[in-house]
Nanobody, 127 residues
């Protein structure tokens, strides 16, 4: 079992930046960041196949969000730039170790594909 712990959330002004960090208790090759706004379904923000660094982003965050792993520290970062109020929500780190590598690297994966989840980090953006 892999445990995930997020940090780095908080309040920010529109146009600002935040960096979220997920610490994993073990190695998994398929990871991602998801977010959930009040009253809405959890949506994929970015996913990565660590094996070859393939990344995929939701259209709403392309060019503003960057997902990146830290292999040495078993961490996964999400750099968020040019924040806007629509980015407000709970951000979750997710991981899975049984998905086929070809599938993990192919596209932005849905939440249902991931086995392990963190507790979430709140991001609140004011205009």
């Amino acid at each position: 079992r892999v445990q995930l712990v997020e940090s780095g959330g908080g309040a920010a002004q529109a146009g600002g930046s935040l960096r979220l960090t997920c610490v994993a208790s073990g190695y998994t090759y398929c990871m991602g960041w998801f977010r959930q706004a009040p009253g809405k379904e959890r949506e994929g923000v970015a996913t990565i196949y660590v094996g070859d660094g393939s990344t995929h982003y939701a259209d709403s965050v392309k060019g503003r969000f960057t997902i990146s792993p830290d292999f040495v520290k078993n961490m996964l970062h999400l750099n968020i730039n040019r924040l806007n109020p629509e980015d407000t929500g709970m951000y979750y780190c997710a991981a899975d170790g049984v998905l086929p590598a070809s599938y993990c690297s192919s596209n932005l994966l849905p939440a249902r594909d991931f086995t392990y989840w963190g507790q979430g980090a709140q991001v609140t953006v004011s205009s």
